[in-house]
């Protein structure tokens, strides 16, 4: 069973719009939450990471918010370029029995339209 | 600084082969990990090495096996190869204590 669910399946946002990708766990052992940005033919590349002691992230036009109550985080992407339509991927790890393992979702398409 | 680097890239077996991926880590990177990542989806976790040994494994037959050198070096190896097997397979490296985790850019393997 996906330990991380990602949504949407796939996204089309206008060049300079804000694209927005949810994930859910279950696992409270989670304690890492890295996002990974892959191109077609590409190995995915860590993009930005966060742990649940913060709220919220920002580098540059990416922004990490987290909700751990409702153990919930998402990715913005603002100011969308077409440069930025690949497939992302949240993913989380953690102490413990989890160490090492990077779960993930099952990613998430963009498509920026200039 | 060279990031994850694996080899081959490409490579085309038949049916009930073996193969052999390399991987050498991140420089400083002593953690080895390998996932499967099927087209349309997400990686899958095969195994993870560290001072030479596997440490931690996913839902995979045992026909998939790995070993790490010790120059940290690892070696993925899957064995009586079936159609379903056809995927990109990821090598991702870290430093022990640290999270941060790297991937190389994949070797495709098609199974036919």
């Known amino acids: 069973q996906q330990q991380v669910k990602q949504s949407p399946q796939s996204l089309i946002v206008q060049k300079g719009g804000i694209s927005i990708i949810n994930c859910a766990y279950e696992?409270?052992?989670?304690?890492?939450f890295p996002w990974y940005q892959q191109f077609p033919g590409k190995g995915p590349a860590l993009l930005i990471a966060?742990?649940?002691?913060?709220s919220e992230k920002k580098e540059g036009r990416f922004t990490i918010s987290f909700n751990k109550s409702a153990k919930q985080f998402s990715l913005h992407i603002m100011d969308s370029q077409p440069g930025d339509s690949a497939t992302y991927f949240c993913?989380?790890?953690?102490?413990?029995?989890?160490?090492?393992?990077?779960?993930f979702g099952a990613g998430t398409t963009v498509t920026v339209r200039a | 600084d060279a990031g994850v680097t694996q080899s081959p890239t490409h490579l085309i077996k038949t049916r009930g082969q073996q193969v052999t991926l390399r991987c050498s880590p991140k420089?400083?990177?002593?953690?080895v990990s390998w996932y499967q990542q099927a087209l349309g989806q997400g990686p899958q976790f095969i195994f993870q090495?560290?001072?030479?040994?596997?440490?931690q494994r996913g839902n995979f037959p045992d026909r998939f096996s790995g070993h790490q050198f010790p120059n940290y070096s690892s070696e993925l190896n899957v064995n009586a190869l079936l159609l379903g097997d056809s995927a990109l397979y990821l090598c991702?490296?870290?430093?022990?204590?640290?999270?941060?985790?790297?991937f190389g850019e994949g070797s495709w393997l098609t199974v036919v």
């Open positions: 993913a989380a790890t953690g102490s413990g029995s989890n160490d090492y393992k990077l779960s």
């Open positions: 966060i742990r649940p002691d913060v």
């Open positions: 420089s400083g990177h002593d953690t």
């Open positions: 696992n409270t052992a989670f304690d890492y």
């Open positions: 991702a490296s870290r430093r022990r204590g640290v999270n941060t985790i790297y």
């Open positions: 090495y560290y001072e030479e040994e596997e440490r």
